[in-house]
């Protein structure tokens, strides 16, 4: 029998073509999804963002509500966004798409990159890929900045995904650059690339960061290339403190008011990312074989500081909480092909195999985004999660942009999208000095005890037009009816 017709020849070919065929499929998942482009969570900020921009680059204003305020959403990502939208005409979610498709390829290529600094076989980046979006655990967990695959199939338009996509090209560049020593030409790119990972998505930034420094103290470099990666960290630096649209630097004293809706990333943690011990065991395998292993001082950074914020009450830094799963599902995909004896590789393997088939059946109900949950079977479309409707009802009633919308927070989680502001913003507004007693108002105006006059007043105070929801009432005429026996008034002179 000749060679290449041997059984070892053919599992070996098989174990490199499954799974890039494996990995090519969700892909082609994930492209469909784009065409949908399904809204849940910050889908609605993002949208409302491109929309302030295509009006006015230079002075887009808050993009929620009608205030001068400037807003960390206001990216290099989204104003390059802004500017497709202004040239082209094209409406936001197209744009949002065009987002998406541009992230998901940043993505793709970013981890190959990476991966390729590891291992030169063949199977390693398509096994990587399936790690990264499969390997956490048999709770379905969603949040931007995280790459489980029904959260990606949620966040592809959002800045953070092209953010982590950039982080992967920058873990892989500085790698390469610290191992040949580059020149000092190479090193104010990395600073600049750094720069617009941080003004991109700041927590994503956090995690970039995190991996570069474990990267730099993996290479022991030499004082030399310190020098220069030092000089490289000027621009950045420069970056970060030239740019116009928010400043970057005060997002350091607005911390706390964001740690109580990121508490809930420390709740559930071995439902959420169970399977990614499995990572955690290839991460003490690599570390036998090197006590300066990349992934492993990556893993320690992420893990300390995730640890470090759930230990203080700093729940904003469970944002960093992917610089550990990373680093984790990368081991666990590399050691299936880098593992010393052939018998261990095809063991862990099957582990791995395992392991993925968990996390591909946890997140499967993402296929109901591409195909009607009545053609699902029933086990899979039971695990499919409706997105949101939208509001584009309202639009078509007569809602103009830039008319101010009384709406309580879920509804001001979407009306910014398509050109209105509301009262009161749908999310957490850190540069907005009165957001406070605008969440209050809106309150007191829903609230059945509220007289007349003072809901009178909270419209004038705040230009409102329309209102969403509520009671009928003898300043508001009925405009339209929308899902859910909601209700669109305008308010009347």
């Known amino acids: 029998m000749s060679p290449t017709a041997s059984p070892s020849g053919s599992a070996s070919r098989a174990g490199r073509t499954l799974p890039q065929l494996a990995a090519a499929l969700v892909l082609v998942l994930l492209l469909l999804v784009v065409v949908r482009l399904p809204w849940a969570g910050d889908l609605g900020m993002h949208a409302a963002t491109v929309q302030r921009l295509r009006h006015s680059l230079l002075h887009p204003g808050n993009p929620l509500v009608d205030a001068d305020t400037s807003s960390p959403y206001y990216s290099p990502w989204m104003l390059l966004l802004g500017v497709v939208a202004k040239l082209t005409g094209l409406s936001v979610f197209v744009v949002l798409r065009l987002a998406a498709l541009a992230g998901l390829a940043v993505l793709v290529t970013g981890v190959f990159r990476y991966v390729r600094t590891f291992s030169a076989h063949r199977a390693a980046p398509a096994l990587a890929l399936l790690s990264l979006l499969l390997l956490w655990g048999p709770v379905l967990f969603n949040w931007s900045g995280f790459l489980g695959l029904n959260s990606l199939a949620l966040t592809m338009a959002y800045p953070s995904a092209f953010a982590l996509g950039l982080s992967f090209h920058f873990w892989a560049w500085l790698t390469r650059a610290l191992r040949s020593e580059a020149g000092w030409g190479m090193w104010p790119g990395l600073g600049v690339l750094w720069a617009l990972i941080l003004l991109c998505h700041q927590f994503t930034g956090v995690v970039a960061s995190l991996g570069g420094l474990a990267t730099v103290l993996a290479a022991k470099p030499a004082r030399g290339v310190l020098l220069r990666l030092g000089a490289g960290l000027a621009p950045g630096l420069l970056v970060l ?231 009928p009432a003898p300043w508001l005429r009925k405009a339209a009816a929308g899902p859910g026996d909601q209700t669109l008034y305008r308010v009347l002179p």
């Open 241 to 471: 403190w030239l740019w116009p649209y928010y400043d970057f630097f005060a997002l350091f004293s607005v911390g706390a008011d964001l740690e109580a809706i990121h508490q809930p990333l420390y709740q559930d943690l071995a439902g959420r990312f169970g399977l990614v011990l499995l990572g955690v065991v290839a991460l003490g395998l690599r570390w036998r074989r090197d006590h300066r292993d990349p992934l492993v001082l990556f893993f320690l950074l992420g893990a300390l500081m995730f640890a470090a914020g759930g230990l203080t009450g700093h729940y904003s830094w469970g944002r960093a909480l992917p610089a550990a799963l990373v680093p984790a599902q990368l081991a666990a995909a590399l050691e299936a092909v880098s593992a010393g004896r052939r018998a261990v590789r095809r063991g862990w393997a099957c582990v791995l195999l395992a392991a993925l088939a968990v996390g591909a059946w946890t997140q499967a109900g993402t296929l109901g985004y591409v195909v009607d949950q009545e053609a699902l079977p029933r086990a899979v479309a039971e695990k499919y999660r409706t997105p949101w409707v939208g509001y584009q009802w309202i639009m078509r009633a007569g809602v103009k942009y830039g008319d101010v919308v009384m709406a309580r927070t879920f509804p001001a989680r979407q009306i910014p999208a398509y050109g209105p502001y509301t009262v009161a913003p749908g999310y957490p507004d850190v540069f907005l000095p009165d957001a406070g007693r605008r969440e209050t108002a809106v309150e007191r105006y829903f609230s059945a005890g509220t007289g007349v006059a003072e809901r009178r007043r909270i419209l004038r105070e705040y230009g409102v037009k329309w209102v969403v929801g509520g009671s």
